[in-house]
């Protein structure tokens, strides 16, 4: 008995390793392109599937082309609505890049009134189509559209917390970009510890905790990890934000997601999750390092010790971070 329930779980484990349907909502954007380039290029990929209100299936025509194992699918709103549900049904992983980017003068949260229906009608398919998929929330402000996602799920009774995850990868992308710049140093090998939210004084970077705690005292610095996405924002000129390396992100973390899927230990990626680290403070949803696993989020690490300035940086980070992340709940109590 026992020797055949291993048998089918190693069975199990096996075919869930073969078949990772991976889902973009929003293919066809400045992110959407470039992430289902990187997806394609991915072998742990095996079904790429790619919606769109617009062109879904012209974008997915176009990288369908490139020699790699995968089949790729596009997918748009046709007459039924049916489009949106069969580009969800078996996936393992949805990312979402939907919705309108930034441009300057603009900070994340001037985003809300379009984002949030456009991801609270996206988490509503998710939820009916393929509520047990990994869903990784680019779009912003996430601070909000993660929370909106819990409410979405939680009022259909398919909510699991340790499959939700906003995407912050960029903010460490950055960090570890930016301190190499400085330090002169391979960015690969800067592992920067970014954690709270994903806009302005949320994003705390804990260079204290890096191989160069000297760093912590310099505002510069830390501005430019807080706010480096307003530089793309105002270099494209009304034309978006950041595109590429938030592909470049994304797929990151798409990558580690499906790795830990697929059985590698100790995975760990920074990620915007529900989380009890500064619940007591009415806080959420939180961004810290979190150790992936088969079911998702397998454990979240604590944020460890900050030093003066840091913990500053914090106390401003979750004043904002709670008002956002209410300001998400808000809307889908008014907005169901
Ligand atoms: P974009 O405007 O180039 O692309 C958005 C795409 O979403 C478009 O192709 C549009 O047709 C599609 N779309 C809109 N409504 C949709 C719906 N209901 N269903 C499916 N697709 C829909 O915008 P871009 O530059 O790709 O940015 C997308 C989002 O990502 C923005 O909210 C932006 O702020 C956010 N972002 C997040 C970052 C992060 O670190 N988490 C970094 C950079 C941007």
Known sequence: MFAASRIQARAFSASARQLSKVTVLGAAGGIGQPLSLL????????????????????????????????????????????????????????????????????????????????????????????????????????????????EVFKARGVYNPKRLFGVTTLDVVRASRFVSEIKGTDPTEEKIT????????????????????????????????????????????????ATLSMAMAGARMADSVLRAIGGEKGVVEPTFVESPLYKDQGIDFFSSKVELGPSGVEKILPVGELDANETQLLEACVGDLKKNIEKGVAFLASNP
């Open 39 to 150: 997806l394609k290029m991915n072998p742990r990929v095996t079904e790429l599937s790619l919606y769109d209100i617009r062109q879904g299936p012209g974008v997915a025509a176009d990288v369908s082309h490139v020699n790699t194992k995968s089949t790729v699918k596009g997918y748009q709103p046709d007459d039924t609505g049916a489009g949106l549900g069969e580009a969800l049904k078996g996936s393992e992983v949805v990312l979402i890049p939907a919705g309108v980017p930034r441009k300057p003068g603009m900070t994340r949260d001037d985003l809300f009134n379009t984002n949030a229906s456009i991801v609270r009608d996206l988490a509503k398919a998710c939820a009916e189509h393929c509520p047990e998929a990994n869903l990784l929330i680019i779009s912003n402000p996430v601070n909000s559209t993660v929370p909106i996602c819990r």
């Open 194 to 241: 970014v954690v709270g939210g994903h806009s302005g004084v949320t994003i705390v970077p804990l260079f204290s905790q890096s191989k160069h705690p000297d760093l912590s005292s310099n505002a510069e610095l830390v501005k430019r990890v807080q706010f480096g996405g307003d530089e793309v924002v105002k270099a494209k000129d009304g034309a978006g934000s």
